[in-house]
């Protein structure tokens, strides 16, 4: 199955703060904000919402096509998704500017302030689905992304024909409530996390029996509560799988998607690509950064197996 990621190609910068960001967030003073805050740690990781999704799905064992604009700076980055098994070939990289870069603080409670510079992703909406993968997929991914290339692809997809699940989640605070709209009316599966889900009906008018009448397969991610599938006839809730250690939010949602995809494309039940994607989502927040995570196939499979039973679905990624 040959899945293309269009998206975010970024660096992160990921900072912890010791304190809680609301000790410096007054209510009656938020017209005229100007905080700083004293981070204890930074550091500097290779992230992207694309990239991030590609990463799980080929620790699992599949090769998606990772598609968007990169800068002068990619080239390690790029040695390192191609060596886990993700087709770069739909990168396109620009030699005048950087990659895109995300500032990333994190408090104590897991709260987080993120700001996003765009760099070589500005030209994302030069470069076509047409163009990166010669117009053919079984699924595309649609997830944050240049406004315009976002647009774009979703306007590609409908004009090609091609399924894509639609993943609007940062871009919902940003885009218009029409243009958000014809993303979910065209998208096979739509995701995003419940604050994000009540975002979204709120911009679109949309309700979630409007949302169903215009999706196959809604999916709401609720943090430590698990996972929501909905479908025409039927809802599947899927449980955590308890951390280890947590130690950094940052992408866990998109290792989510990694698994759950690696899920579909395997051709397995919902219920089993939702339970990998919970995994996989853990697995991200033990470590640190958004494509830290290491594991054989043999372990995640191991440790999927201490919580979910698989009716040996998965001994297809131990060959």
Not at 32 to 41: A, G, K, N, Q, R
Not at 48 to 58: E, K, L, Q, R, V
Not at 204 to 209: D, K, L, R, V
Not at 214 to 228: M, N, P, S
């Amino acid at each position: 199955m040959k899945i293309a990621i269009t998206g975010s190609i970024a660096y992160d910068y990921i900072m912890t703060y010791p304190g809680e960001f609301k000790e410096m967030l007054l209510a009656e003073s938020l017209d005229h904000i100007s905080v700083s805050f004293l981070v204890d740690e930074m550091s500097k990781h290779r992230g992207g919402i694309a990239p991030n999704i590609a990463y799980t799905m080929a620790l699992l064992g599949e090769h998606p096509v990772l598609v968007g604009t990169a800068g002068k700076d990619f080239a390690e980055f790029k040695q390192a998704l191609d060596n886990i098994g993700v087709d770069t070939s739909g990168v396109r990289t620009y030699d005048d500017v950087f990659t895109a870069s995300c500032f990333i603080s994190t408090d104590r409670e897991n709260n987080q302030i993120v700001t996003f510079y765009s760099g070589a992703m500005m030209r994302s909406a030069e470069y076509s689905l047409q163009e990166a993968i010669g117009g053919k997929a079984d699924l595309v991914v649609i997830s944050p992304n240049d406004p315009v290339a976002w647009q774009n692809y979703i306007t590609e997809c409908k004009t090609l024909g091609l399924p894509y699940l639609f993943d609007p989640s940062q871009q919902i605070a940003r885009v218009p409530g029409d243009e958000l709209a014809v993303g979910v009316e065209n998208a096979k599966i739509l995701i995003s996390n419940e604050y994000e889900n009540e975002a979204l009906k709120k911009k679109t008018g949309f309700t979630h029996a409007d949302l169903m009448e215009q999706v196959e397969t809604l999916i709401i991610t609720r943090g430590a509560d698990g996972t929501d599938i909905y479908m025409q006839d039927r809802t599947i809730h899927i449980p955590i799988v308890p951390a280890k250690e947590i130690k950094d939010p940052t992408g866990v949602g998109d290792a989510f998607r990694g698994g759950l995809l690696k899920g579909l494309a395997a051709g397995w039940p919902w219920e089993i690509c939702g339970r990998v994607g919970a995994l996989a989502a853990t697995y991200c927040l033990e470590q640190v950064g958004t494509q830290n995570h290491t594991y054989t196939r043999a372990e995640f499979v191991a440790r999927f197996r201490e919580h979910f039973d698989d009716e040996g679905l998965l001994d297809s990624m131990l060959g």
